[in-house]
Nanobody
Framework: QVQLVESGGGLVQAGGSLRLSCAGSTRAFSDYAMGWFRQAPGKEREFVTAISWSGGSTRYVDSVKGRFTISRDNAKNTLYLQMNSLKAEDTAVYYC????????????????????WGQGTQVTVSA
């Protein structure tokens, strides 16, 4: 029914860049807010960033502000996460998420708001 397929993860040196992609499987992709979460080794999954259905509103966790940029291309049913100036602390499995709602309210997207999850893609940042 609804599938989110992530790609673009890999191994990168500290200070480098990666771009993650998340491809949605349905024509309703453009109707919903989307987000990225991550889970580092031994840590709980945390919110990273979110974007409203149209791309007009975005949210970021403080630790990635100025380094990461979320965007979407609704014509391609694709969500992106551009990650620059990567740090070792960014090492995690990154998960694409689709919200139940069209908009993003408050400071973050809560996990209880997530309708569908991607399978995750590994990002490893080394010195």
């Amino acid at each position: 029914q609804v599938q989110l397929v992530e790609s673009g993860g890999g191994l990168v040196q500290a200070g480098g860049s990666l771009r993650l992609s998340c491809a949605g499987s349905t024509r309703a992709f453009s109707d919903y807010a989307m987000g990225w979460f991550r889970q580092a080794p031994g840590k709980e999954r945390e919110f990273v960033t979110a974007i409203s259905w149209s791309g007009g509103s975005t949210r970021y966790v403080d630790s990635v502000k100025g380094r990461f940029t979320i965007s979407r291309d609704n014509a391609k049913n694709t969500l992106y996460l551009q990650m620059n100036s990567l740090k070792a602390e960014d090492t995690a499995v990154y998960y694409c998420a689709r919200s139940y709602k069209a908009g993003v309210t408050g400071a973050t997207m809560m996990e209880v708001e997530v309708a569908y999850w991607g399978q995750g893609t590994q990002v490893t940042v080394s010195a």
